[in-house]
């Protein structure tokens, strides 16, 4: 049995390669941090429609905020101009923002934001629009269309693959609701 560090990011094809070669264990990390900032700058997007001058600042801004304030995580991994090191500080595949989701600031805006939705149902057009990943599970009726449903539904595109390629049989699409416990649970911890 082998142990298979950093398959972030791999094609479902490569996962499964890694498996049939004796592969047991796959190792993931940055990507499914990297999902849960795509689902959560989104819902972001989402409230500055929905909920325009509700917030003092967009989770993206305070995100920006306090890694300018605290720039030990990624200073000495980012280069280029300040317009190349804002855009990898956001969007990097290496995800060096995943170290910041414990800051009590972070984990404010992330509880602020969440909590602004509540069970709000969001419509398919702005899912479309800044979700665009789940848009299909929406309008299948398999993601309910909320902030908790959608981040959910989001991560579990990048852990699809895994399981895919892990297992012999097909992966039944898994439904999202609020009260739905029989599924991967997600929690943004400090």
């Known amino acids: 049995m082998f142990e298979a560090h950093s398959t ?13 070669n004796g592969f047991s264990i796959l190792k993931v990390g940055p990507a499914l941090t990297f999902a849960l900032r795509e689902a959560l700058y989104g819902l972001d997007h989402i409230a500055e429609v929905l909920f325009a001058g509700r917030r003092k600042e967009t989770l993206a801004a305070t995100f920006e905020r306090v890694m300018l304030a605290h720039p030990d995580n990624w200073a000495k991994y ?3 101009t300040p317009d190349e090191q804002r855009l ?5 595949y290496s995800d060096r923002l995943r170290y910041y989701w414990p800051e ?9 934001l969440l909590a602004l939705f509540g069970k709000t149902a969001i419509p398919e057009t702005l899912i479309s629009q800044y979700l665009r990943g ?3 599970g929406v309008r299948r009726g398999r993601v309910e269309p909320t902030a908790h449903g959608l981040s959910l539904a989001m991560v579990d595109l990048v852990l699809d693959d895994y399981f895919k390629a892990c297992l012999l049989i097909p992966i039944s699409p898994r439904h999202y609701s609020s009260g739905d416990q029989s599924g991967p649970v997600l929690r943004i911890q400090g």
């Open 78 to 80: 980012y280069f280029g």
């Open 134 to 136: 789940v848009y299909e």
């Open 88 to 92: 990898q500080r956001h969007f990097s």
């Open 104 to 112: 009590p600031e972070i984990v404010r805006a992330s509880e602020e």
């Open 8 to 20: 972030d990011y791999q094609t479902p094809e490569a996962l499964k390669a890694l498996v049939d």
